[in-house]
């Protein structure tokens, strides 16, 4: 009670002092900020013994490097961790305020795409929770992820302004302030290369705390914004050249202005390099900055620095960490090698050849002259060490500098997220660099932090785990196990059912505030994720038609009911992304006014899909999409999270999923598809999707609705585009895996069917979950990559 009325006036002193509010004029907003410093003053002691033991200790520090950090929410994250649940909820209660309501009012922070950036976001808080002490570097961009709307069932964008309230989770650091240098030529004097950059812009620092499970470490997530270095060229402005006196600042005001919004496919656009390097550079001098502080010899940083580039977006910093240590401490280029390389680790993403980064040695030259130079110079040594073979693979290549070679002959190690995708980078992406460099290509597979994933968005499930199996699993996942025995029991199987139900109930009823009714009885079955041709939201728009079909032809037949849920962002280019959103909502249109059909099918693809989101629809799905093209995911991280609360896959052997269904077991896993190996070869036939197509009379029926326009009445040839592809260039395999995913969704129907075999599979999965912690997967890094001890 005492620590109730304590945190109940510490919000009344932050309403009072800080927000200039009086209790009855209180807005929501302001219960929320003055929530938020309330919190926020209890994660500062932490935080600053964080900080002092890490200097007193003088222990390693690893540097996350990531364009993208999808953090979404943090108040109910910071209350969650430092284990202030029931006080706040009751302090608010107190208040006479509806503490979700209160929590739901903070805006996402969607400074990332989908799953790099959200994996970002987990590792820094398994970094807190295992107290390792690390920051995270990012770009504060003032327009994250842009916001989705449907307009007659097209995808529209509109800007996503999270900082147009004041943002109580940052600290503006003035004082941490560095010069970002651009363009212009190098002169050579004595042998020393001399940049004489052409432009340059400020970087400067925000922090965001990072508050471990139990409040006992916290780490800082530092956020770069550019500001201009003097705002007007007094030169130039004297010269006469007004509009070119402007520029300087022009360059800061777009820099960190907005995210890059396309998650699949490299463009080559100059600013996105300029991003890249404005990250990078203002981390690296921050990070010498530091080291300098209490050591002399740069020689030293690798046994006190460790620096990961989260995939090729921060590759820049191999060569501008050459170039510091080089450029302005005069180290000898061989020796500055080195060190960039212990210090340097590189994380794969993608295989995708499209999405792999390339710049135009012109561009690189034009904005990076002195960085082309080391570039080549850096290519020019590999080859040295390594000559004499035969299919050198070098970083400048046809006027290009690609950017995974340069990572990788950077770093000391080189890591793929799944342990098939690990594979995959050996053999496909860098076969070559492979053998040169045995052993440095490892994998990491990742993970998920079940405080927000588990414990924060299913507070049911959870609470039913506590009572089970006690305190103390939500940093030590594996303890999940013990749930088993439990699980072959009736009451506890009850519990889990009662614990679905009730977030089904719950998502029902926001699905019904967006205007369709859903039966919280139906199987709710979840896709989540970006929209991508790879991932062939497409292949499961068909079975949803085909599934419609088969249910008008046999109306009273024994069908389980079924809420097929969509949600996603396609980039706003992606023009055949954007045709599958149109066809979800056209069929959604469909099927939703069908009374032949009714509950037995609904389609919902509510808009704007982001982290808050997944947190509501992930504790209550039954059943998770993961089907992609064998061999296109690296790895997935929604997969974990479904598996987390209880839903079992329905998928393909493609990246994490090889491991789910191998902690899990076969018997409670729906597979389907070709596999990576057999992908390639069935493309071999140019004939493959005729053929599946010839071969599938459900598939024939289901793409001959399209085509007659069954769901796009106003414009009956609205598909045609897409159905002739799916015939003529189906690249990711939609029809050669359509009838093996009929059947594994009749499987899926089946073992709902029989609810206690369900309960069974979905416990399961969650029972088997714990090895997709990110916690495991951080501890990973940490001892194959960093070197680093934890402090805790
Ligand atoms: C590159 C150049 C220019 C502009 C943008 C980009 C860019 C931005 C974001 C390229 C790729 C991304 C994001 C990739 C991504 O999210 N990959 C996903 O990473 C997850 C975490 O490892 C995996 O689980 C997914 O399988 C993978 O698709």
Same mark, same amino acid.
């Given at each position: 009670?005492?620590?109730?009325?304590?945190?109940?006036?510490?919000?009344?002193?932050?309403?009072?002092?800080?927000?200039?509010?009086?209790?009855?004029?209180?807005?929501?907003?302001?219960?929320?900020?003055?929530?938020?410093?309330?919190?926020?003053?209890?994660?500062?002691?932490?935080?600053?013994?964080?900080?002092?033991?890490?200097?007193?200790?003088?222990?390693?520090?690893?540097?996350?490097?990531?364009?993208?950090?999808?953090?979404?929410?943090?108040?109910?994250?910071?209350?969650?961790?430092?284990?202030?649940?029931?006080?706040?909820?009751?302090?608010?209660?107190?208040?006479?305020?509806?503490?979700?309501?209160?929590?739901?009012?903070?805006?996402?922070?969607?400074?990332?795409?989908?799953?790099?950036?959200?994996?970002?976001?987990?590792?820094?808080?398994?970094?807190?929770?295992?107290?390792?002490?690390?920051?995270?570097?990012?770009?504060? !961009?003032?327009?994250?992820?842009?916001?989705?709307?449907?307009?007659?069932?097209?995808?529209?964008?509109?800007?996503?302004?999270?900082?147009?309230?004041?943002?109580?989770?940052?600290?503006?650091?003035?004082?941490?302030?560095?010069?970002?240098?651009?363009?212009?030529?190098?002169?050579?004097?004595?042998?020393?290369?001399?940049?004489?950059?052409?432009?340059?812009?400020?970087?400067?620092?925000?922090?965001?705390?990072?508050?471990?499970?139990?409040?006992?470490?916290?780490?800082?997530?530092?956020?770069?914004?550019?500001?201009?270095?003097?705002?007007?060229?007094?030169?130039?402005?004297?010269?006469?050249?007004?509009?070119?006196?402007?520029?300087?600042?022009?360059?800061?005001?777009?820099?960190?202005?907005?995210?890059?919004?396309?998650?699949?496919?490299?463009?080559?656009?100059?600013?996105?390099?300029?991003?890249?390097?404005?990250?990078?550079?203002?981390?690296?001098?921050?990070?010498?900055?530091?080291?300098?502080?209490?050591?002399?010899?740069?020689?030293?940083?690798?046994?006190?620095?460790?620096?990961?580039?989260?995939?090729?977006?921060?590759?820049?910093?191999?060569?501008?960490?050459?170039?510091?240590?080089?450029?302005?401490?005069?180290?000898?280029?061989?020796?500055?090698?080195?060190?960039?390389?212990?210090?340097?680790?590189?994380?794969?993403?993608?295989?995708?050849?499209?999405?792999?980064?390339?710049?135009?040695?012109?561009?690189?030259?034009?904005?990076?002259?002195?960085?082309?130079?080391?570039?080549?110079?850096?290519?020019?040594?590999?080859?040295?060490?390594?000559?004499?073979?035969?299919?050198?693979?070098?970083?400048?290549?046809?006027?290009?500098?690609?950017?995974?070679?340069?990572?990788?002959?950077?770093?000391?190690?080189?890591?793929?997220?799944?342990?098939?995708?690990?594979?995959?980078?050996?053999?496909?992406?860098?076969?070559?660099?492979?053998?040169?460099?045995?052993?440095?290509?490892?994998?990491?597979?990742?993970?998920?932090?079940?405080?927000?994933?588990?414990?924060?968005?299913?507070?049911?499930?959870?609470?039913?785990?506590? %009572?089970?199996?006690?305190?103390?699993?939500?940093?030590?996942?594996?303890?999940?196990?013990?749930?088993?025995?439990?699980?072959?029991?009736?009451?506890?199987?009850?519990?889990?059912?009662?614990?679905?139900?009730?977030?089904?109930?719950?998502?029902?009823?926001?699905?019904?505030?967006?205007?369709?009714?859903?039966?919280?009885?139906?199987?709710?079955?979840?896709?989540?994720?970006?929209?991508? %041709?790879?991932?062939?939201?497409?292949?499961?728009?068909?079975?949803?038609?085909?599934?419609?079909?088969?249910?008008?032809?046999?109306?009273?037949?024994?069908?389980?009911?079924?809420?097929?849920?969509?949600?996603?962002?396609?980039?706003?280019?992606?023009?055949?992304?954007?045709?599958?959103?149109?066809?979800?909502?056209?069929?959604?249109?469909?099927?939703?006014?069908?009374?032949?059909?009714?509950?037995?099918?609904?389609?919902?693809?509510?808009?704007?899909?982001?982290?808050?989101?997944?947190?509501?629809?992930?504790?209550?799905?039954?059943?998770?999409?993961?089907?992609?093209?064998?061999?296109?995911?690296?790895?997935?991280?929604?997969?974990?999270?479904?598996?987390?609360?209880?839903?079992?896959?329905?998928?393909?052997?493609?990246?994490?999923?090889?491991?789910?269904?191998?902690?899990?077991?076969?018997?409670?896993?729906?597979?389907?598809?070709?596999?990576?190996?057999?992908?390639?070869?069935?493309?071999?036939?140019?004939?493959?999707?005729?053929?599946?197509?010839?071969?599938?009379?459900?598939?024939?029926?289901?793409?001959?609705?399209?085509?007659?326009?069954?769901?796009?009445? %106003?414009?009956?040839?609205?598909?045609?585009?897409?159905?002739?592809?799916?015939?003529?260039?189906? !690249?990711?395999?939609?029809?050669?895996?359509?009838?093996?995913?009929?059947?594994?969704?009749?499987?899926?129907?089946?073992?709902?069917?029989?609810?206690?075999?369900?309960?069974?599979?979905?416990?399961?999965?969650?029972?088997?979950?714990?090895?997709?912690?990110?916690?495991?997967?951080?501890?990973?890094?940490?001892?194959?990559?960093?070197?680093?001890?934890?402090?805790?």
């Amino acid at each position: 009670m005492n620590a109730v009325s304590n945190l109940r006036d510490e919000i009344l002193r932050h309403l009072t002092f800080t927000l200039g509010k009086d209790r009855p004029n209180a807005t929501v907003y302001d219960w929320r900020m003055a929530l938020s410093y309330a919190v926020r003053d209890r994660i500062m002691v932490p935080w600053f013994d964080a900080t002092r033991r890490t200097w007193a200790e003088d222990r390693k520090r690893v540097y996350y490097l990531s364009m993208e950090f999808l953090i979404g929410r943090l108040l109910e994250d910071a209350i969650i961790n430092l284990g202030i649940h029931h006080e706040a909820e009751e302090a608010m209660a107190a208040l006479g305020q509806d503490f979700r309501a209160v929590v739901e009012d903070e805006p996402d922070a969607a400074l990332g795409n989908g799953g790099l950036g959200r994996l970002a976001a987990c590792f820094m808080e398994s970094m807190a929770t295992l107290g390792c002490p690390a920051y995270g570097y990012g770009i504060r !961009y003032e327009n994250g992820l842009f916001r989705q709307r449907f307009q007659t069932g097209q995808q529209v964008e509109a800007p996503e302004d999270w900082l147009a309230q004041t943002h109580p989770w940052e600290f503006p650091r003035p004082e941490a302030k560095y010069v970002i240098p651009f363009g212009g030529h190098v002169e050579t004097k004595g042998g020393q290369s001399i940049w004489v950059p052409g432009a340059s812009v400020h970087a400067m620092a925000h922090d965001t705390l990072v508050i471990g499970w139990q409040g006992k470490w916290a780490n800082t997530l530092r956020f770069w914004s550019a500001e201009p270095t003097n705002l007007f060229d007094l030169e130039r402005f004297n010269r006469g050249d007004y509009t070119a006196a402007a520029e300087p600042e022009v360059l800061a005001r777009t820099l960190s202005r907005v995210l890059y919004p396309d998650d699949t496919t490299y463009q080559g656009k100059e600013l996105r390099l300029k991003q890249e390097f404005f990250l990078t550079s203002a981390a690296l001098q921050d990070i010498l900055r530091r080291f300098l502080q209490n050591h002399a010899d740069l020689r030293a940083l690798p046994n006190h620095v460790a620096i990961q580039m989260n995939d090729t977006h921060p590759a820049i910093a191999g060569p501008e960490l050459i170039r510091l240590l080089v450029d302005e401490h005069h180290m000898d280029f061989r020796d500055a090698v080195n060190v960039a390389q212990k210090c340097l680790g590189y994380t794969n993403h993608t295989l995708l050849p499209e999405a792999l980064e390339r710049w135009a040695t012109f561009t690189f030259g034009n904005v990076l002259p002195r960085h082309m130079q080391i570039v080549e110079q850096i290519d020019h040594w590999h080859l040295d060490e390594n000559h004499s073979r035969p299919h050198y693979v070098g970083i400048v290549k046809h006027h290009e500098v690609r950017m995974g070679e340069l990572a990788f002959i950077m770093s000391h190690k080189v890591n793929g997220v799944s342990a098939l995708h690990s594979d995959l980078v050996k053999q496909n992406l860098f076969p070559e660099l492979d053998k040169l460099h045995p052993g440095r290509i490892i994998n990491q597979t990742n993970g998920v932090t079940p405080r927000r994933w588990l414990k924060m968005c299913n507070p049911a499930l959870s609470g039913l785990i506590t %009572e089970t199996i006690g305190e103390g699993w939500e940093s030590h996942l594996d303890r999940l196990r013990e749930l088993e025995p439990a699980i072959d029991t009736k009451p506890f199987l009850a519990d889990f059912g009662a614990a679905k139900r009730q977030n089904k109930v719950a998502l029902s009823n926001w699905i019904g505030g967006q205007g369709v009714s859903v039966s919280p009885d139906a199987l709710f079955d979840v896709q989540i994720k970006r929209i991508h %041709e790879y991932k062939r939201q497409l292949l499961n728009i068909l079975e949803t038609i085909a599934r419609w079909s088969a249910i008008r032809d046999k109306p009273n037949g024994d069908w389980v009911p079924r809420v097929k849920i969509f949600g996603g962002k396609s980039a706003p280019g992606y023009a055949v992304a954007k045709e599958i959103i149109h066809l979800i909502n056209d069929v959604a249109r469909t099927i939703n006014a069908d009374p032949v059909t009714g509950d037995l099918l609904k389609v919902v693809f509510p808009p704007n899909y982001n982290v808050s989101m997944a947190q509501r629809l992930v504790p209550a799905a039954d059943l998770s999409e993961q089907i992609s093209t064998a061999g296109k995911e690296a790895s997935g991280t929604g997969n974990m999270k479904f598996m987390m609360n209880g839903a079992p896959t329905i998928g393909t052997l493609d990246g994490a999923n090889v491991e789910i269904l191998k902690e899990v077991g076969a018997e409670n896993f729906f597979l389907f598809g070709l596999t990576a190996e057999e992908v390639p070869k069935r493309r071999e036939n140019p004939e493959h999707s005729a053929n599946a197509i010839e071969a599938s009379k459900p598939l024939q029926d289901v793409l001959q609705m399209i085509a007659e326009g069954r769901f796009s009445p %106003e414009q009956k040839d609205r598909y045609h585009g897409l159905v002739h592809r799916i015939w003529h260039h189906d !690249y990711f395999l939609v029809a050669s895996d359509f009838d093996s995913y009929i059947k594994a969704q009749e499987c899926a129907d089946a073992a709902f069917a029989d609810r206690d075999r369900w309960l069974r599979m979905a416990a399961l999965n969650t029972a088997r979950s714990g090895f997709f912690s990110s916690d495991r997967t951080i501890r990973g890094y940490m001892q194959d990559i960093w070197s680093v001890e934890p402090a805790i």
